[in-house]
């Protein structure tokens, strides 16, 4: 690596600027204590959604609203976001941003309660893409249910696959660590999906389903 790659990556992060609504909601997020995604991982959410036409999307963690912004506006205009949180007062704020950015109501589906209560009751393969972004803990019963989700050539994306720098580092072996390292190997093994993971924000693992 050279002396120069940090300052290039942070380039890249930066290539593409929020909208002010962006801005507003991931501040919001910060405030709420949502860990909002940045915006080169947010920037991939908008691109993937973009280049699978994806009009139907399940985001696993609704936070704020920033990646939902970030996907609706690469998602066709008649696609409809399905996102799920337990924290009422995180969806509130969604809604709030998505008001503001003028998407229509009946674009958004805001579900509360949590994701493994609630992701069993969805249809197999009738989804394009599937975003996870909560509790760690609980990455791989996620993936289970968004691989069942996803239709063929869908897409499935993880955020912070490479948790604060702490995957990449052997000696790094607290719980949520080891979760999430294991994870990522067992899903690039995984004969269902084509992986990459991409060193963009806090690390996106992205997956087509075959």
């Given at each position: 690596m050279t002396a120069q790659k940090p300052a290039s990556w942070a380039y890249a992060e930066e290539f593409v600027t929020e909208t002010p609504v962006v801005e507003q909601a991931r501040r919001r997020g910060e405030e709420l204590g949502a860990s909002p995604v940045g915006t080169g991982a947010g920037v991939l959410l908008r691109l993937l959604a973009a280049a699978s036409k994806a009009k139907s999307v399940i985001e696993i963690g609704t936070g704020a609203g920033t990646s939902g912004l970030w996907l609706l506006e690469g998602m066709p205009s008649d696609g409809i976001l399905t996102t799920i949180d337990v924290e009422p007062e995180h969806q509130a704020a969604a809604r709030q941003a998505y008001r503001e950015a003028g998407v229509a109501p009946q674009r958004?589906?805001?579900?509360?309660?949590?994701?493994?209560?609630?992701?069993?009751?969805?249809?197999d393969a009738a989804y394009d893409m599937v975003v996870v972004d909560a509790e760690k803990s609980e990455y791989p019963s996620y993936v289970e249910h968004a691989i069942r989700l996803l239709r063929s050539g869908g897409v499935l994306v993880l955020d912070n696959m490479l948790w604060h720098d702490r995957v990449a580092d052997p000696a790094a072996r607290d719980e949520q660590t080891r979760v999430l390292r294991d994870l990522g190997k067992q899903l690039r093994d995984d004969e269902r999906l084509v992986p990459a993971l991409l060193p963009v924000g806090d690390g996106v693992l992205a997956a087509v389903k075959r």
């Open positions: 958004t589906r805001v579900i509360s309660g949590r994701a493994l209560d609630v992701l069993p009751r969805m249809t």
